[in-house]
């Protein structure tokens, strides 16, 4: 069954994204049949995004501009809210909730610019068009910069598999679109501007995958609908679903390992009332002083299992 969350935020931003590139091109390429608008340079046969959406399009172009940064400004938001709440793997230091506060501020910065490029357009505003395009591009690629920093002091725990899979993925996302606008932006000093059209699209397209990217981040949170808090992967890297049992004391309770908890479970049925007092006398075989942290979890009331 399909779990509706935060991970829809993401999801329809990109879906939005898409839709208005796609119907920007088509309407390029079969309505216009490829027209040279009066944005574009003499030699120029390659429209770009820009090109496309400052005409009959534009109010296409800003309302798709618009729903794509809500949407995934709204991604960003619930991705730090959900970790305030811990119901994902809460920021546990003062570092990383400042570089998710970067994350999100960048962002702005980078909504701003691709809401007001798609005001300002190429064939009027050019400067202003060009500026704002710094501000989108810089905006949401230094913000990648530091959410990728956040996840990667998040997933140092090796149970963290779902961070270090976004932390990835959005690693990559920053090496291609910093080699893409290099590329876009020297097609544009050597005036190739075929070339930077192409490129143009690639980058918006390859930007879309990177929003997609938020759904991994959210996804998670399907398992802690109704106050339920963060619980750690199992060993598999899986997250507990309904149906499955609590995980082994040792994932949440930070006192012991999962080694020790597995060493250390008294089975009921087989010690009787004796066992608890033989593990409380020398650990769990009846032997030896037991640590502290040993004391405390056979000490612990028991918790009652998640079916």
Known sequence: ??????????????????????????????????????????????????????????????????????????????????????????????????????????????TVGLIMLSIFDTASHNRLHNIFLSFFIGGYTISAVFICWEYQRLGRNRDHRVLRISFWIKLVFIIVEVLLCAGFGIANRLREFNVAAVLEWIIAVVFSFYVFSFYVDLYPAVYTKNGKPYTRPLAGGAFRTKGMAEPPMAQRYRGGSASAAEEGRIDSDSTGAGGVGAAAAGGPFGSGAMSHTEREYYQRPPVPQNF
């Open 1 to 110: 069954m399909l779990r509706l969350s935060y991970w829809v935020l993401p999801i329809i931003s990109g879906v939005v994204w898409l839709a208005t590139l796609l119907g920007l091109l088509l309407n390029w390429t079969v309505n216009e049949d490829r027209v040279h608008y009066g944005s574009m340079s003499e030699n120029q046969t390659i429209a770009y995004i820009s090109d496309t959406g400052a005409y009959r399009l534009k109010p296409l172009f800003i309302t798709g501009c618009v729903i794509t940064t809500i949407f995934l400004d709204a991604a960003f938001l619930a991705d730090r809210w959900l970790r305030h709440k811990g119901r994902l793997v809460p920021n546990s230091t003062m570092g990383e909730k400042i570089l998710s506060g970067l994350t999100i501020a960048f962002a702005v910065v980078g």
